[in-house]
């Protein structure tokens, strides 16, 4: 086990492995061939790769820094220099053999030993000078070895002649003695030359020969000469076999190295770390960058419980928490746990740690050693990952998979009672025309606002999805009433009805709710979705802004709206649609000035339908674009035939304007019809300001520089705003028949409304048309406002190609014919009472009543034809038809007249009473 708190030789364990961090000089020889030097005595430093004979420090980082080794300072290498700095301790230890010499002689040296003796101790004394000198040699040049002779053989046989001239001229010394001595001062030699085989060799041989020097032997020579060969050779051999292992070693320790300083800087760079406990559990290493985040140093985090290191989750332990304390108790194995750090960030931080259990060489457990990586950014992106998988991107609401997913685990709850639930879907009215006209950065901020407005109404009470679109979801678990349900239904279409503001406009949409019930409706998740669309459907094709509950009937009506569709898209193919004009009529002159074109179609099987039937299945299916080329082509054709005074008026709907390619395909409408451009005009409404930008006034400037007219359909119905009045080229301004109808009845605010409708048109030099005109009352009042045309039913139905050609054959002259008032004269009151329908009562208020109809409140979403038995006493009952309902408010239709009392009021009672109560007065019979 490693000390604690100290930098760990990953993955070896032995001491004396080279620090990381540190460098020293590498010799590189001639052939490029690097040395190796390794010390006995001392740890190993790394060494640099440098030039030949050069030497210098290069940074851990730098390239080529992976190490040799050489010893530390005060020693040289013994595999490559014979003179070792440790030479020096040769000189007391030749003046000791002396000493002890005269010790047994009991007498002095002479002068003549006693010099040669100081020469060879100078001569050792030297030996750190001569060694820096031979480093700086080249470990194959022959200066070494003049450089050894002089620092070791030079001593050695001074110090043998010295010794034995003593021995010759004093009898008290024997040779034992002195061969004693010489045989000590080798082996002092061998020790302090650290295993330098040459030079061991070489103080030997020179010893003995500066013994053999005083005896002048010459067979003593020879002994010495031919031992000193053996020697030699075995020295060589011995030292081959060193470098052999000393290249192992320095191999081994380069790797071990490598491994070090790569672990080294895969903590550094923050990729991983690594740990280590005692076999309790204890930790007795982790890297530093880990004992930073924990707020301690290494020393601080040694001694800590390894599971301190973790968060452990309020109320329990995390499940990997738990397979920590398993693995740690069981002395196993493992890898991978996901763990929450003990950091004191503010963000959470996640690691994922392994490790093994450590064993000694009997196989006693000495505790665990492993690694960890940073897993924070990793569930970071899982997160996100999730987060795209289960939640809508633009407004952070549960997706379709989501949604789905929790109406899935409602319908297999154990418990019967809490599988039931209310499931809403809910379609965005005009949405598509605000992503068309403005672009769909704008139809995303618009989605957003929806979501937040849509989450704050449900609240608590359920879940909010988008699944996808303008399409959301609405979850409700339990059991609801149906009263409770339409109120939620109501509130949401009120809200989702507020104005939005988008990129400094107030855009206005619609929504529309389809609702669906389990087990009402259906027991699976498919069948209550497709009975919620259905639903949806049906409120849509009623006439949006409504809610609608899951019936039965709804399929047939599918079928039937399905069927319309396939016939539309025949009709198209087959050239059945037919096109309608309406004369448009100048008030000062009552000639008709031109025609609106009209769209009809003559059905094969229920004769001609109503656009509203059709036109909204031609936009939700984008044949609108066709239908409205086709349009433009024909208008144009039969404007042709016309006289040249009379012009055509087609409608352009927000899509075709939006279209790039409009004032292309009006040119060749033109062109192909041989007409004058100033003939045609293009109603646009007011929809497509809805993203007005530089591409809505380049559309206006092009189409006017084609030379068609240009008039505003149906102004003050939509988004209203004064500001575009002043930069389109408009030439006309047409009043919706909203603002027309009723405007002549006393106390109506219409005509004030049209009035200044006018004067602004006036203003800016626009004609202005009012449509829908059908009484004797309503033309005189539009007229007297200033009106510079009329177009409704009081001049002229809609008539076919044929019709128009007939009628302008009679001239341009018109004649008002039609009734001076719009409907027969009618009372408030607020007066109660009761409706039946379906076996169902509903309680309700008259606000108005005539003879053939009322205003009645306080019924929602009323479809149109749908008849009530309308209680209006005790005794006294009627039928009655819805013809119109908006919110709250329903417009009802008597199957028969009611009767008047002599003041021309409405009576409420029963005729047959009133005979019966008195005899005064005649009676008018109901019906």
Aim: charged letters at 20%; hydrophobic letters at 40%; one cysteine or more.
């Amino acid at each position: 086990m490693a000390k604690t708190g100290s930098r760990r030789r990953w993955p070896t364990a032995g001491e004396g492995v080279p620090d990381s961090r540190a460098s020293a000089p590498l010799r590189v020889d001639a052939a490029g061939e690097s040395e190796l030097t390794v010390s006995h005595d001392s740890a190993p430093d790394i060494l640099a790769v440098d030039e030949p004979v050069l030497e210098a420090t290069a940074p851990r980082s730098a390239a080529g820094n992976f190490a040799l080794l050489r010893p530390k300072g005060g020693s040289s290498d013994p595999l490559f220099y014979f003179i070792a700095r440790r030479w020096e301790l040769m000189a007391p230890c030749m003046i000791c053999a002396l000493v002890i010499m005269g010790l047994v002689a009991r007498a002095a040296p002479g002068p003549g030993p006693s010099l040669l003796t100081l020469f060879a101790a100078l001569g050792c004394l030297a030996a750190p000078w001569l060694a820096r000198i031979e480093e700086r040699c080249a470990h194959d040049s022959w200066k070494r070895y003049p450089l050894m002779l002089l620092a070791i053989a030079l001593p050695m046989a001074l110090f043998g002649t010295a010794a034995t001239d003593w021995t010759l001229s004093s009898p008290e010394l024997g040779g034992s003695v002195t061969i004693s001595v010489f045989v000590l001062t080798v082996l002092l030699a061998t020790v302090l030359l650290e295993g330098r085989q040459t030079s061991i060799v070489t103080a030997t041989v020179a010893l003995w020969c500066g013994a053999s020097l005083p005896s002048t032997s010459f067979h003593a020579f020879g002994l010495i000469v031919a031992g000193s060969a053996v020697g030699l050779v075995v020295a060589r051999r011995q030292m081959r076999t060193a470098a052999a292992e000393s290249a192992r070693g320095a191999e081994q320790a380069l790797r071990q190295h490598r491994a070090e300083e790569l672990l080294g800087e895969y903590e550094d760079t923050g990729q991983g770390w690594f740990w280590e406990s005692d076999r309790r559990g204890l930790v007795t290493y982790v890297s530093p960058r880990i004992a930073q985040l924990l707020g301690c140093t290494q020393e601080e985090a040694a001694g800590r419980t390894f599971a301190s290191l973790f968060h452990v989750e309020t109320g329990g332990q995390q499940e990997s928490e738990r397979t920590l304390a398993f693995h740690f108790a069981t002395r196993s194995s493992f890898q991978d746990l996901t763990v929450r750090a003990a950091t004191g960030e503010a963000d959470e931080r996640w690691w994922s740690i392994s490790g093994r259990p450590v064993l000694d060489q009997f196989h006693n457990f000495l505790g665990f050693r492993g690694s960890g990586t940073d897993l924070t950014e990793t569930r970071k992106s899982q997160q996100h990952v999730t987060q795209l998988a289960r939640f809508d991107s633009l407004t952070a609401l549960a997706n379709r998979y989501q949604m789905a997913e929790w109406l899935e685990k409602i319908l297999t709850s154990p418990r019967l009672e809490s599988r039931a639930c209310a499931v809403f879907l809910l379609d965005l009215d005009r949405f598509k025309q605000v992503n068309d006209t403005m672009g769909h950065p704008a139809g995303d901020a618009l989605l957003k606002q929806v979501a937040e407005r849509l989450t704050g109404t449900v609240g608590a009470m359920g879940r909010v999805g988008r699944l996808g679109g303008d399409e959301f979801q609405v979850l409700l678990p339990g059991h609801h009433q149906h009263e409770g349900l339409a109120h939620l239904a109501r509130r949401i279409i009120e809200n989702l009805s507020q104005a939005y503001p988008i990129d400094g406009a107030q855009v206005t949409i619609g929504a529309s709710v389809g609702i669906s019930l389990c087990p009402d409706n259906g027991v699976t998740a498919e069948e209550i979705i497709r009975n919620a669309d259905l639903a949806l459907y049906a409120a849509k094709g009623g006439g949006r802004g409504r809610h609608y509950f899951y019936d039965d009937d709804l399929h047939s009506d599918v079928k039937e709206r399905q069927q319309l569709e396939q016939d539309l898209r025949d009709a198209i193919a087959l050239g059945t649609l037919e096109l309608h004009y309406q004369p448009q009529i100048r008030t000062t002159t009552e000639r008709i000035t031109g025609f609106e074109a009209l769209l009809r179609w003559n059905h094969p099987r229920h004769g001609y339908l109503s656009p509203a039937r059709f036109v909204p299945v031609a936009e939700e299916t984008g044949l609108v674009a066709e239908i409205g080329e086709w349009a433009l082509r024909t208008a144009c054709r039969h404007l042709a035939a016309w006289p040249d005074e009379v012009r055509v008026a087609v409608n352009v709907s927000p899509l075709q304007f939006s279209n790039p390619a409009l004032p292309s395909i009006v040119t060749r409408a033109i062109a192909d019809a041989g007409i004058a451009p100033s003939r045609l005009e293009l109603e646009i409404t007011e929809s497509v300001f809805l993203g007005e930008d530089e591409s809505t006034e380049a559309m206006f400037a092009a189409l006017k520089a084609i030379g068609v007219r240009l008039a505003l359909d149906d102004f003050g119905t939509g988004y209203s705003s004064l500001g575009y009045l002043k930069k389109a080229p408009f030439d006309k301004i047409k009043l919706d028949q909203s603002f027309v109808r009723g405007a002549a009845i006393e106390g109506s605010r219409n005509g004030a409304i049209i009035s200044s409708i006018v004067s602004l048109a006036e203003a800016l030099n626009m004609e202005t048309t009012a449509e829908g005109v059908e009484t004797l009352d309503e033309l005189d009042l539009v007229r007297l406002l200033g009106c510079s045309h009329v177009q409704g039913y009081i001049y002229e139905r809609p008539l076919d190609g044929v019709g128009v050609a007939a009628r302008l054959a009679l001239g341009l002259g018109a004649t008002a014919q039609g009734p001076r008032s719009a409907r027969a004269p009618r009372q408030t009151m607020l007066r109660k009472v009761m409706l039946e329908h379906g076996g169902h009562i509903y309680h309700a208020t008259i606000r108005n009543v005539s003879q053939t109809g009322a205003l009645v409140e306080g019924l929602w979403n009323v479809p149109v034809e749908t008849c009530f038995a309308l209680h209006l006493s005790d005794d006294h009952v009627v039928l009655a038809h819805a013809r119109w309902c908006r919110e709250d408010h329903m417009g009802v239709e008597f199957a028969a007249p009611l009767e008047l009392d002599a003041h021309g009021a409405v009576l409420f009672t029963a005729p047959r009473t009133l005979r019966e109560a008195s005899d005064s007065g005649p009676m008018r019979k109901a019906g």
